[in-house]
């Protein structure tokens, strides 16, 4: 659940429109995957790893079959491997020994362990930037456009895993920054799922509470504590 939380909001989110040129024969494993795409991915990396702390805003658009859009605003800070990250339903807290998913409107928090471990069910939104690192992933620099006087550059993913919830994903760049400016999901039900960023700061310092869900929030929450010591 978490793992899907992550992946329908921020950066739980990489799926894609049709990759453009390539088929699907052509790049069947991650070793297929475009060269330009990478080294644009590389830059990106290394421009938030070298950040001490981010902060953004943004608004979650779904899309789901025969429904009217709904859109959320959200946000995000992230402190190492601490982050928070807010939507109206729902809070996902990090500590980096524990992490906290609040269930607003069930008035319920679930609490695990964190573990730093690709294969625990657990992405962090920084995470998501090294997605590309992975072999379950194959993916390619699909165009390149102007929008609002910036040079934007798509790059689109597909998982190789038959299994995956999702059929695509589409992370777009700005160039001349490296800043990321949407994530858009793409799921096998025809649901889409759209992160687009509004506001970003970087290099803030945050109190060791901002990353630890607070009993007060919700003094008659249900606790579930699914921590193993």
Known sequence: ????????????????????????????????????????????????????????????????????????????????????????????????????????????????????DEDSGFLSPMDLLRIYEREDFVYVLSNEYAEGGKIVQDIEFKPLDAASEYSKMRLSVEKGTSQIMRIKAFAKDGSRYTLSVSTFKSNATYPASTFVWNKADCPDCYLEDLRID
Request: glycine share 4%; proline share 5%; aromatic share 8%.
């Open 1 to 116: 659940m978490l793992k899907s939380m992550l992946f329908t909001t921020c950066l739980g989110l990489f799926a894609a429109a049709a990759l453009a040129q390539p088929t699907t024969n052509q790049y069947s494993k991650a070793g297929d995957s475009d060269p330009a795409a990478k080294a644009i991915l590389e830059k990106v990396k290394v421009k938030y790893e070298a950040y001490k702390s981010v902060e953004a805003a943004f608004t979650l658009s779904i899309e789901l079959p025969n429904q009217p859009v709904e859109e959320q605003p959200g946000k995000l800070i992230q402190q190492g491997v601490q982050y928070r990250l807010e939507l109206p339903s729902q809070h996902l807290l990090c500590d980096g020994k524990s992490i906290w998913l609040y269930l607003k409107n069930n008035k319920e928090v679930q609490i695990n362990n964190f573990e730093e």
